[in-house]
């Protein structure tokens, strides 16, 4: 098999171990120094700690068979994004960390671009029909949060009268523990951290937004890159920008890497084998008109991280996490071109043909049901079946184009 099997690890006090990541068969560690606020430059110090963490076990005092083989994700500070007057120091910062990571071996860094929360969800607990729980996006829900809850007073022009109907209609069936549960879950998509944003302070970071359009939102976007591409490109470093989740503009902020046009847009900012895409199935698939095989063969010599999930999509436009072989995404046909790009690049003589790829999320199943999971989707055993149901799909389709 050609692809890098990696598995997010979120520090020494991750409920998952690394005895426990080899056992499930992954050979890379994806993590991030999430103690370090976003903006400040990472030390080499810090980074080595890190490293030799994951790569050597103290406890047998010899190698671990893992490397830290991405960083996931070092983080664009909100004024980067804004455009705002402290963005030209955050962008040295972020040239210094990346040189940091470089000097210490480790050379792919993933990152996105969108305002304030990383993801958003409106259910970290949905049981789906065998009883396990997923991550689900609920339009109507998110509206009546929108509308009800955070009154934003943009909101009510936003939403089709239909769509405001129904979601006062969910608010007013919802008691005040189910709304405090909503809103807790919709802001708990901040970057790297398990903390809750205050519904104030997100009214604040909405407000500072509200001369940030999408059109602004890309010149932010090139302005980051044109300053630290070609630093990156020097360090060996590949930075790749992770899509929009979901796929598509809440609260009034805009999402601008969320589609094939968006992608090609990031990639043609600055020419450079270091400015490339994480791949998320997961965040692109939610947009029935995205067809993710097709970008995989387009843009596939961009692609420097993979992310495979898969989504259930709803006509609302709710999605839920599903099982990673089923859902509404074709994960045969994602893996054929992925395992086709790997061809191409092996024959083309590229060194990095080997594209890291993790389950991404997984379902809290069987015995992690009776266990308390700080960061929805991270539970073990979900990700331990994603990843063999993933890897046994990467064999069989190699094994079969080498056979012909």
Not at 105 to 123: E, K, S
Not at 142 to 147: G, H, M
Not at 198 to 209: G, S, V, W
Not at 308 to 329: C, I, K, P, W
């Amino acid at each position: 098999m050609s692809l890098l099997h990696t598995w997010r690890w979120y520090g020494p006090n991750d409920m998952v171990s690394l005895d426990d990541v080899l056992q499930a068969g992954a050979k890379g560690i994806v993590n991030a120094l999430h103690h370090i606020p976003v903006g400040e430059v990472w030390s080499v110090e810090e980074i080595q700690k890190r490293k030799r963490i994951i790569e050597w076990d103290e406890k047998k005092n010899k190698a671990r068979d893992l490397k830290w083989s991405v960083v996931e994700s070092v983080n664009i500070h909100e004024s980067i994004k804004k455009g705002s007057a402290e963005r030209d120091q955050m962008i040295e910062n972020y040239i210094q960390t990346i040189k940091n990571l470089s000097e210490c071996g480790v050379y792919t860094v993933c990152y996105n671009f969108m305002p304030i929360l990383d993801w958003t969800r409106t259910d970290l607990v949905y049981e789906v029909e065998d009883g396990s729980k997923a991550l689900r996006f609920d339009a109507i829900n998110l509206a009546a949060f929108d509308l009800f809850i955070l009154k934003r007073p943009e909101a009510k022009d936003e939403y089709i009268p239909e769509v405001i109907q129904k979601a006062q209609e969910r608010f007013d069936s919802l008691n005040q523990a189910e709304r405090e549960l909503l809103q807790k879950n919709v802001l708990a998509g901040l970057p790297g951290t398990t903390d809750i944003i205050e519904i104030e302070d997100f009214r604040k970071f909405l407000a500072q937004y509200e001369h940030v359009d999408a059109a602004v939102l890309k010149s932010n976007l090139k302005y980051f890159l044109e300053r630290v591409v070609p630093e990156a490109e020097k360090a060996g470093i590949k930075l790749c920008c992770h899509p929009d989740d979901p796929p598509y503009p809440i609260f009034g902020l805009p999402r601008i890497i969320s589609n094939e046009e968006d992608l090609t847009y990031l990639t043609s900012c600055v020419d450079s084998p270091s400015n490339g895409i994480t791949f998320c199935t997961g965040s692109l698939g939610p947009n029935a008109s995205n067809d993710l095989p097709g970008m995989i063969k387009k843009l596939g010599h961009k692609i420097h991280f993979l992310h495979l999930r898969n989504v259930q999509r709803q006509a609302d436009g709710s999605f839920y996490e599903a099982d990673h072989l089923t859902g509404s995404t074709d994960m045969y046909a994602v893996m054929l071109a992925l395992v086709k790009e790997v061809k191409k690049r092996k024959e083309s003589g590229r060194d990095d043909f080997a594209i890291p790829m993790r389950p991404d999320h997984g379902h809290q199943m069987l015995d992690d049901l009776k266990k308390h999971v700080p960061f929805a989707g991270y539970s073990a055993i979900g990700r331990l079946r994603g990843l063999a149901e993933l890897r046994g799909l990467e064999l069989g389709i190699s094994r079969t184009l080498e056979s012909i």
